[in-house]
């Protein structure tokens, strides 16, 4: 399976960014999806969300509220709606499909004025 994220980018404080993970199977419904960040070099990546092929999510403490994961398996794509971003969100954000612990090659988020 690959997977290939796209969406970030810089954005102010407060604002929002979409991200978007498309996966190359067409067995994409049947797989656990998550969003993770790296916040620097050397840090290990850390959980955001994640949404189950039965549709059921989970939520860093540090996000919820602020960010929804969701997923459109017709598309083959799971998404990260980032609102009211902070500064600590920025990082390297990569999806992975959780059954086989595939990784797409990251997209970067800057959160700055």
């Known amino acids: 399976v690959q997977l290939v994220e796209s969406g970030g980018g810089l954005m102010q404080p407060g604002g929002s960014l979409r991200l978007s993970c498309e996966a190359s199977t067409s067995i994409f419904g049947i797989y656990d999806m998550g969003w993770y960040r790296r916040r620097a070099p050397g840090k290990q990546r850390e959980l955001v969300a994640?949404?189950?092929?039965?549709?059921?999510?989970a939520y860093a403490d540090s996000v919820k509220g602020r960010f929804t994961i969701s997923r459109d398996n017709a598309k083959r794509t799971v998404y990260l709606q980032m609102n009211s971003l902070k500064p600590d969100d920025t990082a390297v954000y990569y999806c992975?499909?959780?059954?086989?612990?595939?990784w797409g090659q990251g997209t970067q988020v800057t959160v700055s004025s």
């Open positions: 992975q499909c959780i059954d086989i612990g595939a």
């Open positions: 994640s949404i189950g092929a039965n549709g059921k999510i």
